[in-house]
């Protein structure tokens, strides 16, 4: 069995339950910390996992005769109240298109500066099959082997820039530099091949602590033999368990110190709360670089994916109006929130739909389709043009009319976003596309040439913090607290945590630099039970386990 079979086949286990805002979250296992001002750069991409209809969200004003000939049902109407939006009448007639009447939000965001819509985007060997096609976006493949990369192109990325971590937090940086959202399961997007490094399930937990199920997993494995498939699929899921509860407390802590805008309202949506929970992680001093999220529902639209008569409304309206809106609820809080030159996103579908509906009022599996990107730092405008909808293949536009490789966005945005060398690229397996990389980001926010990063250690390794002793343990009244650090005197904190997260007991203390330092709290006060004692200096923090028993 293959490791990322045996990873689908086993997410119930694989989900060690945390939710921020009643999303479930995952997080990657690489830290971040590399001293360049571009540091503080995020990339959120979202999935719309399904197929997006392109042609109903992006419709090509130059061929709406044809359009509606081949949608009688379910195209977009060009007239009346419920007409498609003009996006914009300065551009060529060839890259003009109509935004679905829903999408008032994006058509906001695109006046202000903020979106770029990409049109005939794919990969060369096209398939049509989700899961298949999810994979090559998700792998940076290009569809033509039989077999498919098993790592994802976004954690070869990261154990590239940071190839000496492995998947603990660092005692200088510890922000995980991936988080997953809104999935249960871990994806192939931040696997690196390596039994440490790839999504850690963090589902189902209080947006103010997450430490109660890492906990409950820490240390309790049944055992295995590495050297089987078996073994080595739970090899993978104990990297993933550990570093969950290496991880829970700074997300946690990132979670409780951020904020956001109170001035603006979100939608109702699964991705509104992905997207409101990473702003807020942001404003809470999150390191984080990577984010992946899930869109509501499903784009596989294959049936009354629009109301006959009523075309502006049905499933494929709804999704949209919680994508749109919730994208532009986040870019209203970040920007309030003082973060939005720090932040760029974009959006993908494993592919679109066949040009003519189906019998069903709906479309069905096609090829080529459209993406955005969207954010402060974003070349506002469109790339490329309509591709001919009468040049079909299977009912699909010809793939031969492809005008960007999904590969040529993603050496853009690690290159010229977030800092990547042609040494990383390389890596990544994207360097042939450095010189197709797109016109997109804003020349103010572009990364100079001499600021590119090469590969890096991030963790500081001159610097530790440990919690050598906790004496006696169980505990009853006094407890004395050994701390070595190679830091010098500086004060700090020592709290005593449920496992919520939730701080029942906190003394400042004066650490004196070096080994043996003894600090002794009173915890008689404190209910018996499992908790965690957390001691923080500077920036610098170590936690280690406590049972309070009055037996």
């Known amino acids: 069995m293959k490791r990322r079979d045996f990873i689908k086949n086993t997410g119930a286990l694989a989900s060690a339950p945390l939710l921020l805002n009643g999303v479930s979250v995952k997080s990657m296992n690489h830290i971040m910390n590399t001293g360049h001002d571009i540091t503080d750069r995020v990339l959120v991409v979202i999935q719309l996992f399904g197929g997006n209809d392109g042609l109903n969200t992006f419709i090509p004003i130059n061929q709406y005769d044809e359009y509606k000939n081949n949608r009688p049902d379910i195209a977009i109407e060009n007239t009346g109240i419920n007409k498609y939006i003009d996006l914009d009448s300065s551009l060529s007639l060839e890259a003009q298109v109509g935004l679905h009447p829903i999408m008032t939000g994006l058509k906001d965001m695109y006046d202000d500066g903020l979106i770029n819509i990409i049109h005939g985007v794919s ?27 098993r790592s994802g192109i976004a954690g070869r990325y990261l154990q590239s820039v940071f190839p000496d971590v492995k998947g603990v937090p660092s005692s200088q940086m510890q922000d995980p530099p991936g988080i997953q959202l809104g999935s249960n399961k871990p994806s192939l997007y931040f696997h690196t091949g390596e039994a440490y490094s790839s999504a850690i399930n963090l589902s189902s937990q ?19 033999d590495n050297t089987t498939d078996y073994g080595k699929g739970m090899e993978y899921l104990v990297g993933m368990l550990d570093s969950t509860n290496q991880y829970s407390q700074v997300i946690s802590n990132r979670y409780d110190n951020g904020s956001n805008s109170t001035a603006v309202t979100y ?38 994916q629009a109301e ?14 919680k994508l749109t809106s919730s994208i532009k609820a986040f870019m209203d809080d970040i920007k309030n929130l003082g973060v939005d030159d720090r932040v760029m996103g974009t959006i993908f579908s494993e592919f679109g739909r066949q040009v003519p509906q189906n019998a069903s009022y709906g479309t069905d599996h096609g090829s080529l389709n459209h993406i955005f990107v969207f954010g402060k730092p974003v070349k506002a405008g469109v790339t490329g043009q309509n591709v001919n ?15 960007t490789d999904y590969r040529q966005l993603y050496a853009t945005l690690y290159q010229d976003w977030l ?43 001159s610097i530790t913090i440990e919690t050598t002793s906790i004496k006696p343990n169980p505990a009853r009244d006094l407890v004395a607290i050994t701390i070595d650090s190679s830091l010098t005197s500086s004060g700090g904190t020592i709290s005593v945590l449920d496992l919520n997260g939730l701080k029942v007991h906190e003394e400042k203390i004066e650490f004196n630099g070096g080994a043996a330092n003894v600090f002794t709290i009173d915890v008689s006060q404190i209910p018996q039970g499992q908790y965690i004692v957390h001691t923080q200096i500077q920036s610098y923090t170590s936690s280690k386990k406590i049972l309070i028993s009055r037996a």
């Not at 006959?308 to 109006?321: E, F, I, V």
């Not at 909808?389 to 005008?403: G, R, T």
């Not at 596309?433 to 890096?456: C, M, S």
């Open 123 to 149: 990969y060369p060997s096209q398939s049509r099959s989700h899961f298949h096609s999810t994979d090559i976006w998700m792998s940076g493949d290009d569809g033509n082997a039989d077999i498919l990369k």
């Open 389 to 403: 909808i009468s040049d079909l293949v299977s009912k699909a536009p010809n793939p031969n009319q492809m005008q």
């Open 419 to 461: 800092g990547a060398s042609s040494d990383i690229l390389n890596s990544v397996d994207i360097q042939s596309f450095e010189d197709q990389k797109l016109d997109i980001i804003d020349d103010a926010y572009k990364v100079n040439q001499e600021d590119l990063l090469d590969n890096i250690t991030n963790a500081d390794d």
């Open 206 to 224: 209080t947006p103010n602590g997450l430490f109660e199920t890492a906990s409950q997993f820490a240390g309790n494995y049944p055992s295995f």
């Open 267 to 304: 939608p109702t949506s699964s991705l509104a709360n992905q997207l409101k929970t990473v702003a807020r992680l942001i404003s809470g001093g999150s390191k984080t670089k990577l984010y992946l999220l899930r869109a509501d529902g499903s784009y596989d639209t294959h049936g009354t």
């Open 308 to 321: 006959t008569g009523a075309t502006h409304t049905g499933r494929h309206a709804d999704l949209l109006y």
